[in-house]
């Protein structure tokens, strides 16, 4: 079995005087909670720069679905590179963009009459799907939901509501969006228990919502993550999307899945919205579409995507270098990978599920497929968040050559890329453990 080799103090001499270079020229705007410093990678391992390896379960904030520098992903990079590197998909036309345009269509639930928009990013995606919902309903107002993270520029970022930090001096943000609790059934923010609450986090939404300050027909769209992402990978109740839409449909409210972090095979399907049965009106896409190449995707059904020549373009969206390693990526996962995140994702939760068992901390093991979570808590009873403990328990796997992340205010995410082995994951519940049962008794 392979495991993380750490020969050196971290960061090590190489790193640190990399990351002292860093703190003089780079935006201190990121956050880097602890000071990896990547030099190399394959599949889901890390080599830093004095030669120590770590094992990544965070696939670059669940990008690199395909693992670190597939062999596929790299000679499609590497090919269409030889042939064309950009000539902008706004004002002409080339094959890898009509190429993945129509293997998206395809991909994307519902009868395949759909349009591609492509931007670099989940942000700009996003920031389509905003804008689409617009201009097609010539309605103004949007609802979006408590922890969301829709992206960083004004418009997604509008959207968010997930750290105050994220917005803080950027006011007046867009106007006209109103956030709403999500299904987050470990902390109901109506104090309910599932399933005898009835989805009164739906209802709500047309009962109370709807009744008193927001007139539904001025609603342009419910903007939802299918999974919530950095708000703490939560699972809504399996009906949540179901109902939801069905009150959106009702008024003539388009239903937007931004599937930024949960899409392209993550959670053992396609699209995390295929576990609920909902075929959303537009989906935004990025992060694991292009395996670490820059790429983000707007998909709609043509008959929403109706926007007239000028209304929105990209210099560099859909760059020829990142649709062809979408194409590669796209092959990968339909060919094995996404059965892979299902089988792996269900071997990991059982083994968090068996630690939980007997680590008081753990208040929540959640997830579907590669997209997993583990809540800490001081206390199962009170559900008091155990943010320092969180933050305690990835910094000690740091030292132990295990990469973490967290989402939420106290949870810890497991995003490998999605090739991960049984193996990978033993070596990363055993660092878990340990580094647990360090923090937390
Ligand atoms: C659900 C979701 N939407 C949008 C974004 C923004 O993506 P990007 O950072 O590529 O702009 C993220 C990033 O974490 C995300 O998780």
Not at 3 to 23: E, M, R, Y
Not at 276 to 290: E, R
Not at 357 to 384: F, N, Q, W
């Amino acid at each position: 079995m392979k495991f993380p080799d750490i020969k050196t103090t971290l960061p090590g001499p190489k790193a640190a005087a990399l990351i002292g270079v860093d703190h003089n020229h780079v935006s201190p705007s990121y956050t880097r909670i602890y000071p990896l410093v990547a030099e190399k990678g394959e599949g889901l391992w890390i080599h830093d720069p004095d030669g120590n390896t770590f094992l990544d379960f965070t696939a670059g904030i669940a990008v690199c679905a395909t693992g670190h520098c597939h062999p596929h992903v790299v000679n499609a990079i590497k090919e269409q590179a030889n042939k064309l590197l950009h000539m902008s998909g706004t004002d002409f036309y080339y094959t890898s963009q009509i190429t993945l345009a129509e293997k998206l269509a395809h991909l994307v639930p519902g009868d395949g009459s759909n349009k591609v928009y492509f931007g670099n990013s989940g942000a700009e995606a996003v920031e389509a799907a905003f804008k689409l919902a617009r201009w097609y309903t010539k309605r103004e107002l949007n609802l979006a939901f408590f922890g969301a993270f829709h992206g960083r520029t004004m418009g997604a970022l509008s959207l968010t509501a997930s750290k105050t930090i994220q917005k803080k001096y950027y006011n007046p943000l867009i106007p006209g969006i109103t956030h709403i609790p999500y299904a987050y059934c470990y902390r109901c923010p109506y104090h309910m228990s599932y399933p005898e609450c009835g989805m009164e986090c739906v209802r709500w939404v047309e009962d109370t919502l709807f009744r008193t300050t927001v007139p539904p027909e001025e609603v342009a769209a419910i903007f939802v993550e299918p999974i919530q992402g950095e708000g703490g990978y939560i699972v809504p109740p399996p009906e949540f999307h179901r109902e939801l839409q069905k009150i959106a449909k009702k008024y003539g409210i388009l239903y937007v899945a931004d599937e930024v972090q949960s899409g392209m095979g993550r959670t053992g399907k396609m699209f995390a919205m295929e576990h609920f049965g909902v075929v959303p009106d537009i989906m935004a896409l990025a992060k694991g579409i292009a395996s670490g190449m820059p790429l983000g995707a707007m998909v709609a059904r043509s008959d929403i995507m109706v926007w007239e020549a000028g209304s929105h373009a990209s210099t560099f969206g859909g760059n020829p270098v990142s649709c062809s390693a979408a194409l590669a990526t796209i092959e990968l996962l339909e060919a094995e990978l996404m059965e892979n995140a299902k089988i792996r994702g269900e071997y990991l939760m059982t083994g968090l599920r068996e630690l939980q068992k007997s680590i008081e901390c753990m208040g929540d093991v959640r997830g579907k497929g590669l997209m997993v979570a583990v809540e800490l808590v001081k206390d199962r009873d009170t559900k008091e968040r155990a943010t320092d403990w969180r933050n305690e328990v990835i910094q000690k796997a740091f030292q132990k050559g295990l990469l973490l992340l967290g989402c939420g205010e106290n949870s810890i995410r497991f995003s490998p890329a999605l090739t991960v082995t049984v193996e990978e994951i033993d070596v990363c519940l055993s660092i878990f453990e340990e580094s647990l049962r360090e923090v937390a008794g």
